[in-house]
């Protein structure tokens, strides 16, 4: 089978992983400060905080956004849950605007209208999490001037676009937001096996999320409620979670992130070779965003035909890992439960209706691409 994604692990991964096994730390050590510095300098960005996923990212960003009950989150529902679920932990409710159709992100022309009418209704969101589909920026220009004008702040959901650039700058540098997440998840861009990082140009939600991955500790005697008595002495400010990452996976990142500048130009090397080769098919291919560079994290088509169902099936079964991304959030059994009508977006469904990821990933070989592109021109032929 040839995945839809994989990770690339390299011998100086391995080596420098090795390394660390046989040092004094696992975790809580000097890695985890190496590998943030790593990002922040990459995405020219003062802070960077590592956590133990891309969904744990989410949920800290949000807590220190001061997202709570009563509170709304709204989303692109063409994406994974977690973006989603991040409202939720906190007793948040969540809502959804819809896609682009051209360029299958969410729309600032549908958020406009949609923060026009909540506005009217005194239902304006606190945070609009707009998501890189793809490694493909969101409009953060006008997407970052809507929330301004209606008080809302804009977490980035960057999974996808690690390595990617948006108005001639990296995606993470917060330009446009007060907050960007990416996973690490061996999928993705890079990894660190499970991991996440939630960058920022803000001091203030940085120090809070380092106190609440950890707990909601803190040995700052500037913070305490008491004067400390000894070097034992910390307190727990507020309840936070444990969404450590390890110094471990931490050195993996680091490591990988050498080769971030490789894994970008390959995948979009062989997206530009997809694009010749797919181009007379019945297919429809998500349009770049104005300003945007994507990572190419996936390469998503829009079947045409109506028979994505079978399409995807003749692929599965001539061993080539065609992916669905995404279900609309708003479908999904626990969703429907909180209200959401089957059928709640429109473009979502449309795009959702025909969506297919082809496998693109570093070390794929040109071979594997072009039997990807015959296998596909074969069943959208049957
Ligand atoms: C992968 C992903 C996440 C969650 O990341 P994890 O590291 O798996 O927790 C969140 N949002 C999107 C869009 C993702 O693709």
Not at 9 to 19: K, L, N, T, Y
Not at 69 to 92: E, H, I, K, Q
Request: hydrophobic letters at 40%; a negative charge.
């Amino acid at each position: 089978m040839i995945p839809y994604s994989r990770q690339n692990i390299s011998d100086a991964d391995v080596a420098e992983v090795a390394r660390v096994l046989r040092s004094d730390f696992l975790t809580q050590g000097p890695e985890v400060p190496r590998f943030e510095k790593t990002l922040s300098d990459y995405c020219q960005v003062p802070h960077a905080a590592a956590v133990a996923s891309g969904t744990a990212a989410l949920h800290l960003a949000c807590q220190a956004m001061g997202l709570g009950p009563g509170d709304r989150l709204w989303t692109s529902p063409v994406t994974f849950v977690a973006s989603a679920n991040c409202a939720r932990y906190c007793g948040a409710d969540v809502d959804f605007v819809d896609i682009d159709p051209l360029t299958f992100n969410l729309s600032a022309e549908a958020l406009r209208a949609k923060l026009e009418s909540a506005e009217r209704e005194g239902k304006l969101p606190k945070v609009v999490v707009p998501v890189h589909l793809g490694g493909q920026s969101c409009a953060m220009r006008e997407i970052r001037e809507l929330a301004e004008h209606y008080g809302c702040k804009v977490l980035e959901d960057a999974s996808h676009a690690l390595g990617g650039k948006y108005d001639g700058g990296p995606v993470g540098d917060g330009r446009f937001s007060d907050a960007a997440v990416f996973s690490f998840h061996p999928v993705k861009m890079i990894t660190t096996g499970e991991g996440g990082a939630v960058m920022t140009r803000d001091a203030e939600l940085h120090e809070k999320i380092l106190r609440l991955r950890t707990h909601g500790i803190t040995r700052e005697a500037g913070l305490m409620h008491s004067p400390s008595p000894g070097a034992w002495y910390y307190e727990q400010l507020e309840l936070g979670e444990h969404y450590r990452l390890t110094d471990l996976q931490a050195v993996l990142g680091t490591s990988q992130m050498a080769r971030l500048g490789n894994f970008v130009a390959e995948r979009r090397r062989l997206a530009a070779r997809y694009d010749e080769r797919l181009a007379g098919l019945p297919l429809q291919f998500q349009r770049e965003e104005p300003g945007a560079v994507s990572s190419r994290h996936l390469y998503l088509v829009r079947l045409e035909n109506g028979r994505r169902g079978e399409v995807f099936a003749a692929m599965r079964n001539a061993g080539i890992g065609v992916n669905v991304h995404y279900i609309p959030v708003y479908k999904q059994p626990y969703y429907r439960t909180l209200g959401f009508p089957a059928d709640y977006c429109p473009e979502a469904e449309r795009y959702y209706a025909g969506a297919l990821s082809l496998p693109l990933f570093f070390g794929m070989t040109e071979a594997q691409q072009d039997e990807v592109v015959v296998q596909l021109a074969k069943a959208l032929k049957n």
